[in-house]
């Protein structure tokens, strides 16, 4: 519940109870002064009738008492006037107005008011002057006059209809006055105010937000600006740092690289250099001992000799760009031994990284074709490269599973079955864009860390030469990364 509704809905409840109290105890004070004012008015009246009756004669009084009671009565609403004699009272008249007379006759006292839920009654004792009587004079009977309370139920309920509706009126008119103030007041600056959280939030620093109020509502806005640019000016010290940052790394990348493409060149011109000079020696003393043949045959066999030695030299070099680590050809290799073999040889590695590891190796794979030294080269690879990725700790996960498939690139060509060798870590990942170039030469993601940039490049050429290839794709979730070496399967020796 927003705020503003919460101010309108605790005011217009305290509002409400307020005027319910008020229009409460209203209604009460003015039904006691009506019930006041009527018991006033029969007191009265009683009396005064009394006094009429004794001033005619109560013996003709008593005599007429009917006609005199309905006479009287009918001159008055909701009024009912008896008069009954203390000689012989009427048969008609009830048990109460009996007893009255009874205790104005015997108890003497000035009057007798009784009250129930119906009516209010009030009687009076008619005198005669009696020379026996104690105090000089004789109950001879009573006036009563009764008035019934249902005018003031009824009076009560026309001032209840009357008074509800008023009621409801000023709730309501309270309850739009409080919404418009507190809508105004509170709930649309506070809106104003989430909203500017949630562009920050989006990471929009540019909002600003106006100060019109000099209030608690004001100095929120004023502290949102505050926050604002403070963020916006980090923001820019962090970007102007981040931009001097990889400005700097890649000058030490560059640096890198020209430093490895120059001990390349020096191991090369050294490695090389020293068959170089024998040749052009023995070049030489064949050209002075052209005519002795043994010596040029000798000569001739240690150029050759020195010769080959240069190719090799330079052939590891072309393997290195080829990405080709040696000779496929090795017969038949089962993936499943090989990688036990490696969870094995690495279990020092994984638990001095905090790295968990689980193998799932399939039932009944069959073998490859290829080199298991060069496999179990690229196996590795992918665990260090893993373990190296996941410097806090993780999980990895080796699979090998067979499947039919049709080599990327040939959607035409006929399916064939595949063994799949799949390495998933659960690090922070491969970025999309990076994906497509982890497998060039001298390219890393680890820059200060020690990362050569060959070792994929090295498993890539490896797994080629081997007419597979490898796929890169997100671990389970997203999270983390996976490598899928693809091998074709070997075809069954009768």
Known sequence: ????????????????????????????????????????????????????????????????????????????????????????????????SRRRLRDLVEARPRLVVETTDDEHVVALPLRRASLAAPDGYQVAGSVEVSRSLAPLAAAWREDLVRTLPVLAIIVALVVVAVMLVARTLV????????????????????????????????????????????????????????????????????????????QLAAEIAHEVGTPLNVIVGRSRAMAKKAGDPEAVTKNAEIVAEQASRITRIIQRLLDTARRKVGDTDGGLVDLNAITGATMEFLEGKFAAARVTRALVRADGLPPVKGNPDQLQQVLLN?????????????????????????????????????????????????????????????????????????????????????????????????????????????????
């Open 187 to 262: 709930s649309r600056p506070i809106d104003k105010l989430l909203s500017g959280i949630d562009d920050v939030a989006r990471g929009d620093l540019s909002r600003v937000l106006l100060s019109e109020r000099e209030d608690e509502i004001g100095a929120l806005a004023s502290r949102f600006n505050d926050m604002t640019y403070s963020l916006r000016e980090s923001r820019a010290e962090t970007e102007r740092q981040n931009a001097a940052k990889m400005k700097l790394e890649e000058r030490l990348f560059q640096t890198e690289k020209l430093a490895t493409i120059g």
């Open 382 to 494: 992918l665990l260090l490269n893993a373990i190296e990725a996941m410097p806090g700790g993780g999980h990895v996960r080796v699979e090998t599973t067979l499947v039919t498939r049709r080599r990327p690139g040939l959607e035409v060509a006929p399916e064939q079955p595949v063994v799949i060798v799949e390495v998933t870590d659960t690090g922070g990942g491969i970025p999309l864009e990076a994906r497509d170039k982890i497998f060039e030469p001298f390219y890393t993601t680890k820059q200060g860390r020690g990362g050569t940039g060959l070792g994929l490049s090295v498993s890539h050429g490896i797994i080629k030469e081997h007419d597979g290839w490898i796929e890169v794709d997100a671990g389970p979730g997203g999270t983390g990364t996976s490598f899928r070496v693809c091998l074709p399967a070997a075809a069954e020796s009768g």
């Open 1 to 96: 519940m927003k705020v503003g509704t919460r101010i309108t809905a605790v005011t217009s409840a305290l509002v409400a109870s307020t005027l319910a109290v008020y229009a409460f105890f209203d209604l009460r004070d003015g039904a006691r002064e009506r019930r006041d004012r009527l018991e006033t008015e029969t007191r009265a009246l009683a009396s005064a009738l009394r006094d009429a009756l004794e001033l005619r004669g109560v013996n003709a009084a008593l005599a007429d008492a009917d006609e005199l009671s309905a006479a009287i009565s009918a001159s008055y609403d909701s009024t009912a006037v008896r008069i009954l004699s203390a000689a012989a009272p009427e048969p008609d008249a009830s048990e109460g």
